[in-house]
């Protein structure tokens, strides 16, 4: 089983920075992809960024591409979120998932952090 921990949430003004921490359990960290999704209230989880187990390729989405940057250290077995130039509308719940690869799907979820931009 995977288990994964998200940290680093909290409260910061428009156009600040925070950055999300992941930890993993497991030994096949390294082969995952790992993935951020968020949902804010009241509306649906959307992809934020995800990375392969390289860390050499990257996906974003295109409301936070430029801005944020998605990284991992295996040695640690975690997974980072740098978010940059934040605005009111990332404020949201940002969950860390992980694919193992088998089924090509996201089956491994943390509880969540949250992240509020202010003004």
């Known amino acids: 089983q995977v288990q994964l921990v998200e940290s680093g949430g909290g409260l910061v003004q428009a156009g600040g920075s925070l950055r999300l921490s992941c930890a993993a359990s497991?030994?096949?960290?390294?082969?995952?992809?790992m993935g951020w999704f968020r949902q804010a209230l009241g509306k649906e989880r959307e992809f934020v960024a995800s990375i392969n187990w390289s860390g050499r390729s990257t996906i974003y989405a295109d409301s936070v591409k430029g801005r944020f940057t998605i990284s991992r250290d295996n040695a640690k077995n975690t997974v980072y979120l740098q978010m940059n130039s934040l605005k009111l509308e990332d404020t949201a719940v940002y969950y860390c998932?992980?694919?193992?690869?088998?089924?090509?799907?996201?089956?491994?979820w943390g509880q969540g952090t949250q992240v509020t931009v202010s003004s």
């Open positions: 998932t992980a694919d193992p690869g088998v089924a090509g799907r996201w089956d491994y």
């Open positions: 497991g030994r096949t960290f390294g082969t995952y992809r």
